[in-house]
């Protein structure tokens, strides 16, 4: 495992850590509601999970909740490695509320094109979407940066959507929560870069002046 340069008491309190402990404590929550470690409540799904009737019902939040609920420890176990791994990497290349953008912006669109390509009876719940997103905001600012570091990270990511793969894995929220992850980590790279591009322009002209 890669830690930052600059790891140190800092990180461990960075959007990563902040993300994993609130993953983690809803899965507990939800897991003493429905009294079961191993497996998360049907029940309690419905209410937190996106079940796409009960959200076009009016059950908006589920937009937003679902990406912090899991079906069972297994799944919190897989997709929290990976944020963990990953969540740090990122790190070195975007800010702490950059981070927060690319995990919500990620599992939002992930979410939505759920709504339209599943049944209304279906019910999807869990990070995985927001992590694959980050991982490709990873691949995009290492592109962005013209550093060939990016093939690496898509080569994890491939590692992750095979050990994810499954009959009940939703797989449109893991690809559309990587194009939301990309395009939204190319953004960003691109407004960094254009700023010091602008900066260093800025400075070039005054140094004329002098």
């Given at each position: 495992m890669t830690?930052p340069?600059?790891?140190?008491e800092?990180?461990?309190?960075g959007?990563?850590?902040n993300?994993?402990?609130v993953n983690?404590?809803?899965?507990?929550?939800l897991a003493i509601v429905?009294r079961n470690?191993l497996?998360?409540?049907?029940?309690a799904?419905e209410?937190?999970?996106l079940?796409n009737?009960a959200?076009?019902?009016?059950s908006?939040?589920q937009?937003?909740?679902?990406l912090?609920?899991h079906?069972?420890?297994?799944?919190?176990?897989?997709?929290?490695v990976?944020?963990?791994?990953?969540?740090f990497r990122a790190e070195e290349?975007?800010?702490d509320?950059?981070?927060?953008?690319i995990?919500?912006t990620?599992?939002i669109?992930?979410?939505?094109l759920?709504?339209?390509?599943?049944?209304?009876?279906?019910i999807?719940?869990?990070?995985s979407?927001?992590?694959?997103?980050?991982l490709?905001?990873?691949?995009?600012h290492?592109?962005a940066?013209?550093?060939?570091?990016w093939?690496?990270?898509l080569y994890?990511m491939?590692?992750?959507l095979?050990?994810?793969?499954?009959a009940r894995?939703n797989?449109?929220s893991h690809v559309f929560?990587?194009?939301?992850?990309?395009y939204?980590?190319k953004?960003?790279s691109?407004?960094?870069r254009?700023k010091?591009?602008?900066?260093?322009?800025q400075d070039y002209?005054?140094?004329e002046?002098r």
């Amino acid at each position: 495992m890669t830690y930052p340069e600059n790891y140190d008491e800092e990180t461990v309190k960075g959007p990563t850590m902040n993300l994993v402990m609130v993953n983690v404590g809803v899965y507990f929550l939800l897991a003493i509601v429905s009294r079961n470690l191993l497996v998360i409540d049907g029940s309690a799904l419905e209410v937190l999970g996106l079940y796409n009737k009960a959200f076009f019902q009016g059950s908006l939040w589920q937009m937003i909740t679902s990406l912090f609920v899991h079906l069972n420890l297994s799944h919190l176990g897989m997709n929290m490695v990976f944020l963990f791994i990953f969540g740090f990497r990122a790190e070195e290349s975007y800010t702490d509320k950059e981070i927060y953008l690319i995990y919500l912006t990620s599992g939002i669109l992930g979410n939505i094109l759920t709504l339209f390509f599943f049944p209304l009876n279906s019910i999807s719940a869990g990070a995985s979407g927001s992590v694959y997103g980050i991982l490709a905001s990873v691949v995009a600012h290492e592109r962005a940066v013209r550093s060939p570091k990016w093939k690496n990270v898509l080569y994890a990511m491939i590692i992750f959507l095979v050990l994810a793969s499954g009959a009940r894995v939703n797989i449109i929220s893991h690809v559309f929560g990587a194009v939301g992850g990309y395009y939204t980590g190319k953004w960003l790279s691109q407004k960094k870069r254009d700023k010091r591009s602008s900066f260093q322009a800025q400075d070039y002209q005054e140094q004329e002046y002098r």
